[in-house]
Structures are given as C-alpha cells and as structure tokens.
C-alpha cells in the first residue's frame, strides 16, 4: 500500500503574536510541522505499520528551512520524503499549493493521499478539497477515524451535526482532524534513523507549471484582533421571575434559535 501525506511547516501559534498597522508580526525561527499533519501522519503509521509491503512517503512545498520538520515526520516513522523547494518568500495561497502538489501527484502512483483539514497559519482549510478535485478522486473531510476493509478507505468524520461513516474506494484523498489520534513524540532512534532516510528534493520550476498557476487567486488585505465578548449578565432572585425575565429578554433578541 503506498501512502503519501502532504505536510506544512508553520510558525508555532505559542510563539508571541502581534498585530501592528494591519500587519501579522510572529517568530519566523519558531517553525513546526502542523499540528493536523502530524496527526495524518500519525494515522499513516497506524494503518500501515501491520504491512510490511506498505510505505508512507511525506511531501512538502517549502523553502531549504523546511528541511527540519520533514526530518521530525521521517523521525516518526515515515520512510521516505520528496521536499518540493521553494524560496520562501512567495505568497501561496490554498490554491496555488493544491496546484503544485497536484502537478507532483500527476504521474504518481498511489492508495491514499491525506493532509491535515487545515493549517495553523491560516486555517483556510481548502488545499485538500482542491487537490481532489484537481485529481479527480473521491474525498472526505474532516476525520476522525481511518480503517482499512475490503479494499476500501473507512472514514469516521466530524459532520455539522455528527459523526458519518463513508467508504471510500482506492485511490482517494481524505483530510484529518487533530482531534484524530495523539501523534508520536521522535523516539532518539526516530530522529537518528531519519538522517539516513532518502529525501528527494524537486525544484518547484521543474514541476513545469505555468507562471499563472503559481499566482495566488486571494490575497488577504490585512490582520485585526480578535473582538474581545460583550460581558454576560447575572440575575438574582426567584427561579419563577428568573425564567419569566431570561425569556423575556430572549424574544427580544434578534437571530435567537
């Protein structure tokens, strides 16, 4: 079975944050693999690790820096990488990113393609939906749970108002939850087995795309804190004229369900 899962790295979110004149100022030196990729990769190793004909490969789009959090995915248990190179100055949006990776993905073979539902860095959570389509492969979002059965990927997911359970057929792409597993803390072995573990580097310009697929279709305009909540109010007295005064109040409210 080969698996291949998408990873990014990202600034680590418990690094100082502020934003100043619209502008998002974090610790660049503080880079870490995202939290919901490390969870697919996690899932990965469970799913494959009882076969031994079985590989998972990580691939990342990132500059030279990178390097490191491919490392902490091998030190996992991943057994081997492709490291997409970029200079690490662009401005890539979900778009541009599900446009790359699928143009490495084109001439690939493969089971099953997984990334995190999101990234820390801006939460869009588009790339994975936008691989698939550009792939043409059947997908789901948001999971919980992987299983294997019968050939097919078993996928429990997070629904607005519940779990599913979906069946996907191979080869297919599934985006995961962090809310999946506890992802493996390096053992030393991991970190020391994965200095000798093959890492393939590509130049972003020899994928062959078009300068236009490589433009960003969004572009974010500027940064604002978060509004802080309006304080709650505390009633006292008897439950009857509590509840009379809470429904009151209530139907006076606009967009109350």
Do not use: W
Request: proline share 5%; aromatic share 4%.
């Amino acid at each position: 079975m080969k698996f291949y899962v998408c990873i990014k790295q990202v600034p680590d979110v418990d690094a100082p944050i502020q934003i100043k004149d619209g502008n998002l100022i974090q610790d660049t030196d503080r880079m870490i693999l995202n939290a919901y990729d490390a969870s697919a990769v996690e899932e990965a190793l469970v799913l494959t690790e009882e076969d031994d004909d079985s590989e998972v490969e990580v691939v990342l789009v990132g500059p030279d820096k990178a390097q490191e959090t491919i490392r902490k995915a091998l030190a996992m248990g991943a057994d081997k990488a492709t490291h997409i190179k970029t200079n690490g100055d662009e401005n890539f949006d979900s778009g541009t990113y599900a446009r790359i990776l699928a143009k490495f993905f084109e001439d690939k073979e493969y089971d099953v393609i997984s990334c995190g539902k999101q990234s820390q860095d801006t939460d869009a959570g588009l790339t994975g939906g936008m691989l698939a389509q550009h792939l043409d492969l059947p997908y789901a979002t948001n999971a919980v749970g992987l299983e294997l059965e019968d050939g097919n990927l078993i996928v429990k997911r997070q629904g607005d108002s519940g779990q599913e359970v979906i069946a996907l057929p191979q080869p297919c792409l599934v985006t995961c939850s962090n809310d999946m597993n506890e992802p493996r803390i390096p053992s030393l072995k991991g970190i020391m087995q994965s200095k000798r573990k093959p890492m393939e580097s590509v130049e972003l310009e020899d994928l062959g795309l078009d300068e236009s697929a490589l433009q960003p279709k969004t572009e974010v305009t500027g940064y604002m804190e978060k509004p802080g909540r309006e304080p709650g109010q505390k009633f006292e007295g008897e439950p009857d004229e509590l509840a009379e005064k809470v429904a009151h109040l209530l139907d006076e409210e606009e967009n109350v369900v």
